[in-house]
């Protein structure tokens, strides 16, 4: 009877397991990396370190002030493209755990007979 209800579950509710796991896996890389936060300031300045404007020092301060995004700008893009490699790893990952999701129980029966047999 537990294998049976072990079965009805792998076969239906646990493929909906599945997809909530790799969902719920996709959002923590996601607020790990705070996406959206980098998105929202990818031009702002790195540290928030700008120069004060005034008429004696501006194009000094404009190119300060330039170069401070730009770092910031170049840090973030790097940010969100280590978020988009944990991100593709995690759906390989995933995609790989759904194609072999039907077969991981034919294991508990294959296994086995593998090993008495000689594993040919």
Known sequence: MLVLDLLGWWY????????????????DISESFSVGILFRTLFSPWKQIQSQVSFRNFLQSKLDNFISRFIGATIRVG???????S????????LVLVVS????????????VMSLGGGA
């Open 87 to 94: 991100c593709l790893f995690v759906l390989l990952i995933g």
């Open 12 to 27: 239906s509710q646990g493929w909906a397991w599945i997809f909530k796991e790799l969902q719920k896996r996709l959002n």
């Open 79 to 85: 940010m969100l493209i280590g978020a988009f490699i």
């Open 101 to 112: 999701w039907p077969f991981i129980p034919l294991l508990i029966i294959v296994l086995p």
